[in-house]
């Protein structure tokens, strides 16, 4: 086993950890698409920069497809939480003047 064999079983472990870790955290509904978004476009970006790969239009389109798709998982799961933290408040309110 030479040592990039061994550096790509290191980050392979890695990257299991860390899933891992991240799904126990969120939703896995969300978190899944989401990472598997990225992960697409790391490599894409990897592939330019590690191998000198061209990247094609399609790839580009591609790409930019899964950015504004991640983008929009994001704003709806910022307004899930802004509604959450509204409700919240909001019964709060409605406790503070119900105890008066």
């Not at 399609?58 to 950015?67: D, N, Q, R």
């Not at 709806?76 to 509204?86: A, E, Q, T």
């Amino acid at each position: 086993m030479n040592i990039i064999s061994g550096l790509g079983f290191v980050c392979y472990i890695g990257s299991f950890l860390l899933f891992t870790r991240i799904v126990v955290i969120f939703d896995l509904s969300y978190i899944f698409p989401l990472c598997t978004g990225v992960v697409q476009v790391i490599t894409l970006i990897a592939s330019y920069y590690i191998f000198k790969e061209k990247i094609s239009m399609y790839g580009i389109v591609g790409a930019s497809f899964i950015i504004i798709g991640v983008i929009i998982m994001n704003l709806k799961f910022l307004d899930k939480d802004k509604l959450n933290s509204i409700e919240i408040s909001t019964k709060t309110v409605q406790e503070l003047n119900s105890n008066r």
